[in-house]
């Protein structure tokens, strides 16, 4: 049973994370890295033609480039083995994080609205951004990497998952011109998250910025019982 | 095509005791290319210092190898890829990227950074904006797929690279002492297996392109360039990686230039063994490619392993689970012959150990003067003002900011990067250790167009000096030798010196050389480059906060350790003013007391590790006032007090850092010790550097002005020209 009131401090036995591994994820151990040792969890890999997810409390799609990404980024891994497991843990209310390449495939896949488009500037950008926390108003500094984060929606849907509150995350400075600046938005059910910028590189003073972590924890959060946002979990 | 001379031709009849065939021919010809052989250069190259308690793997591996503590170890190596780049920017600098990674993971570490040293014609002529642009999305679309950080490196602007552009990359990679693999073919009778992508016909000849001049028919060598997919590559990172933890694998190379031909033939040559294969089992992406075409195409991500027999299976097992080919194609045998065979049939057959290590040596003539571009005397000088001096300089292509470049860069990918892009060294930290590798490339041809020796010198005194500002201690090096015409003995003189220069200092600041590569003929219609070595210098630090350039807090102390140096004019000919603000070249690069450098980087060191100052930055390009305004990046300014002026402000004379401090009498007390000056020359304030001399103020300019004026100029000058 999940307490009602949710304490990281307080949770003592780790949490399975599944970190998906594409051919050409590049990110997974980064991922990997920043759970199981960074946060103290219990991180395991995923292969990609795995059927099956295994005993996972939440899955993370990291950042790379899946099958090489050379028709269009996640256009190829919505069809892999895993993707219909993550499918089915995420209609099971499983919480799942898209990060660079994974919020493509989410897109890619329809667990998440619109797509990612190539760079306004055509360019693939790596930088450290500010995000907004779009329901705390909380700022957080990460790093993009990324050729295609330029997130486009129609308006009705854009308009939508700002009535719901689904856009989480928004640039302050915005590097690839998304739309509406958003850089981070969750389904419906509030339980699969996908992101351009990268929270586990970013949770460690070591790496310039610790600030990932409020978007690592809220995973973790999500778990036992809260909404996957980044609202209300604090970076201590 | 450089083919073979009538001379080296009787040494082949002379080796094989017949008339040798087509095939036989063409494999000699690659085999023996300046690319391959370095035929013009090996007698020079031996002169270079190899060894110190830290090198465990040498010259001639595929990467140098240096023991960094706790049973680690790291690879690295630099290598080029100009030729290609000319005549296709983008795949010739992807592949560029993909060459130098197989180089360190063939051993069996896992890429952890790459740098790029990058030389352009001037961005006034289009042809040049066409190509830096093409050059960086390679290296970019290579690099980031695969997933390594590009971590740093350099781009300078010269008119003597407009047909001749260069990039040099440099890769290192990390592992564990007993994760060591080389490339031999050893246990007669052991399965020679082909892995990754297929063969195609790209890239033929490219080995013995890479080693002639190019002339007006060079865009028709487009199809000796090959095509890069960098996806593959990382499937066969992957691979090979697991596939070394069976152990079943006794050796391992890529095929880089030369193919098939060179893999073969150095990894027998390597064990002392005969390769035998046969090439109708060499997986092939199109139809009815002869024995000749299969043996020299440079199609890449590929590599030959040769397994423990009766162990085929654990091998094929890991690439099946990666999706790549894998395929026995021959085996090792015991009598050194390189045979190779068509559906059986004998096409080529070849002693191993002439072909790849008995390549003519050549002594080229070298007893002139190195050619030098520019006059001895200096013309009549008349300085600018300081402040407009200043500005244009720091907008200038060689010295403004590189953000353009390097954003396209994924500079933080694999969580290790504690300094990236635009620091005086790179730093990447080794998770598993307490250990970080510091890393700096520098090359600057304008110097050693003046005096390839001391250029040379003062390139890897550069470099030393940027890993101790860091707090790192240089531990070894790597260096890519560009040059044109070895043929013509003013250029030859220019590349016996530079090695001179090279092997003297880096026996001084004992940093010996574990690998590297020379490009030679970079020449266009008979016009070389400038003699333009490029050194890759590695340090080692303890893990933590890196140390970085900008001033932090007001009211600090203002130090320059190594003082203000004692300019004059002989030697200012090739500072960064007279290129930017004079437009006049002359006189000899910077005096170099390396006695005194080596002093000034172990005090810096001791001042930085011991947490004494908040700011470094070691001086070079631009001087004492392009380092303040550097310093100034953080929104923090200076009021400094020079002794002088134009000379003093913007001479490059070495062996200078500076610093900003809480504690200047702790940097006293060390810089003391070692018996170096450290000079107090002002103190930090808000927003604006103001330099004086004797009560006249020199500069007084807002921060935001000098971050404006390097920020954006490289993006502007490629705007701008449209």
């Known amino acids: ?236 | 095509m450089s083919d073979l001379t009538t001379g080296e031709l009787d040494k082949v009849r002379a080796i094989l005791k017949r008339e040798p065939n087509e095939t036989e021919v063409a494999i000699f010809t690659v085999m023996w290319s300046e690319h391959c052989s370095y035929k013009s250069s090996r007698i020079h190259l031996k002169t270079l210092p190899t060894k110190s308690p830290r090198v465990l793997v040498g010259p001639g591996e595929n990467a140098g190898i240096i023991d960094i503590g706790d049973g680690w170890a790291i690879a690295f190596k630099i290598e080029s890829h100009n030729h290609p780049s000319f005549i296709e920017p983008f795949q010739g600098a992807a592949t560029g990227v993909g060459g130098i990674l197989r180089d360190i993971f063939t051993m069996g570490a896992r890429p952890i950074a790459v740098m790029d040293s990058l030389r352009f014609g001037p961005l006034d002529q289009a042809r040049n904006r066409r190509i830096l642009e093409g050059v960086v999305s390679g290296i970019s679309h290579y690099g980031n797929c695969f997933g390594v950080p590009t971590v740093g490196g350099e781009t300078i602007f010269e008119s003597c690279y407009n047909g001749n552009p260069l990039v040099n990359v440099f890769a290192l990679g990390s592992f564990k002492h007993d994760e060591i693999f080389f490339g031999r073919a050893t246990g007669i009778g052991n399965p020679v297996i082909y892995v990754g992508a297929k063969t195609g016909r790209d890239g033929i000849h490219g080995a013995s392109m890479a080693s002639s001049e190019f002339d007006e028919e060079s865009a028709g060598k487009r199809p000796n360039v090959q095509v890069g997919d960098p996806f593959m590559e990382k499937l066969l990172l992957e691979a090979c990686l697991e596939a070394m933890k069976t152990g079943a694998i006794v050796g391992i190379q890529d095929m880089g230039a030369a193919g098939l031909t060179c893999s073969t033939c150095e990894m027998g040559s390597r064990a002392g063994t005969g390769v035998e294969i046969d090439l109708a089992l060499v997986p092939q992406r199109a139809t009815g490619m002869t024995p000749y075409e299969i043996m020299l195409s440079e199609s890449q991500e590929r590599m030959l392993i040769v397994a423990d027999k009766g162990r085929e299976d654990e091998v094929f097992a890991v690439f099946k689970k990666w999706g790549l080919d894998a395929v026995t194609i021959g085996a090792v045998t015991d009598d050194g012959m390189l045979r190779v065979r068509n559906h059986g049939e004998i096409v080529a057959e070849i002693p191993n150990r002439e072909l790849a290590d008995e390549a003519p040596l050549y002594d080229r003539p070298h007893n002139v003067a190195p050619y030098r571009p520019a006059p001895m005397a200096a013309p009549p000088l008349s300085f600018k003002d300081a402040e407009p001096s200043l500005l244009a300089i720091l907008a200038s292509s060689d010295v403004c900011s590189k953000r353009w470049i390097w954003q396209q860069y994924d500079y933080t990918v694999r969580t290790n990067t504690l300094a990236g892009p635009g620091g005086d060294a790179a730093i990447v930290r080794i998770k598993e250790t307490d250990t970080s590798i510091a890393m700096s490339l520098d090359g600057n041809a304008r110097y050693c167009a003046l005096s390839p020796r001391e250029g040379a010198k003062l390139i890897v005194a550069e470099c030393c000096r940027n890993l101790s500002t860091v707090g790192a201690l240089p531990v070894a090096a790597t260096n890519n030798l560009n040059f044109g015409n070895p043929e013509r003995p003013e250029i030859m003189a220019q590349l016996v010196e530079t090695i001179a220069g090279i092997g003297e200092a880096c026996r001084f600041f004992d940093t010996p050389i574990t690998g590297g590569n020379v490009s030679l003929y970079n020449e266009t219609l008979g016009e070389a480059i400038w003699p333009s070595p490029v050194m890759g210098i590695v340090g080692l630090m303890k893990t933590g906060m890196p140390m970085t350039i900008p001033f932090k807090n007001e009211s600090r102390t203002v130090m320059l350790l190594g003082g203000f140096g004692s300019p004059d004019e002989i030697h200012f000919g090739g500072t960064q003013y007279a290129k930017v603000v004079l437009n006049k070249m002359w006189g000899l690069p910077p005096a170099l007391d390396m006695e005194y450098e080596k002093r000034v980087q172990s005090a810096i060191r001791e001042i930085v590790t011991g947490g004494h100052v908040e700011s470094a930055h070691d001086l070079s390009d631009g001087g004492l006032a392009v380092a303040l305004a550097e310093c100034c990046a953080g929104g923090i300014g200076a009021a400094v007090e020079v002794p002088g002026g134009v000379l003093e402000l913007f001479h490059e004379g070495p062996s200078r850092v500076l610093v900003s401090t809480a504690t200047p009498e702790a940097v006293e007390r060390i810089a003391t010790d070692h018996q170096v000056e450290a000079v107090r020359i002002g103190v930090t304030m808000k927003e604006k550097l103001r330099i004086d001399h004797n009560s006249v103020t020199l500069v007084d300019l807002a921060v935001s002005r000098l971050h404006e004026a390097r920020e954006n100029a490289l993006e502007n000058q490629l705007k701008t020209h449209v």
Not at chain 1, 95 to 122: D, H, M, Y
Not at chain 1, 212 to 226: E, N, T
Request: with cysteine; charged share 20%; glycine share 12%.
């Open chain 1, 1 to 236: 049973m999940p307490p009602s009131s949710f304490d990281l401090v307080n949770w003592n036995f780790p949490m399975k994370i599944g970190v998906v591994v594409f051919p050409g994820s590049n990110c997974d151990h980064d991922a990997w890295y920043a759970f199981s040792h960074t946060l103290g969890q219990q991180a395991e890999f995923i292969w990609h033609d795995s059927p099956s997810l295994g005993q996972v409390d939440a899955v993370v799609l990291p950042g790379g480039f899946a099958y090489g990404d050379y028709l269009r980024c996640g256009a190829i891994a919505k069809f892999s083995p895993v993707m219909a497991a993550v499918r089915k843990f995420a209609a099971e209310g499983g919480p799942v994080l898209g990060i660079c390449n994974g919020f493509q495939i989410l897109v890619e896949s329809g667990l998440l609205p619109g797509a990612l488009l190539k760079n306004r500037g055509l360019k693939f950008v790596c930088r450290e951004v500010t995000l907004r926390v779009e329901t705390s108003g909380q700022l957080l500094r990460m790093p993009v990497a990324h050729g295609e984060g330029c997130y486009f929606a129609e308006d009705r849907t854009l308009d939508q998952l700002e009535a719901e509150g689904r856009v989480v995350l928004r640039y302050v400075d915005n590097p690839n011109g998304s739309l509406r600046d958003i850089a981070g938005i969750c389904n419906e059910a509030r339980n699969v998250m996908g992101m351009m910028p990268h929270p586990e590189r970013a949770d460690e003073a070591l790496l310039g910025s610790t600030d990932g972590l409020v978007i690592l924890k809220s995973l973790l959060a999500s778990v036992v019982g809260q909404t996957l946002s980044p609202a209300g979990v604090s970076n201590e």
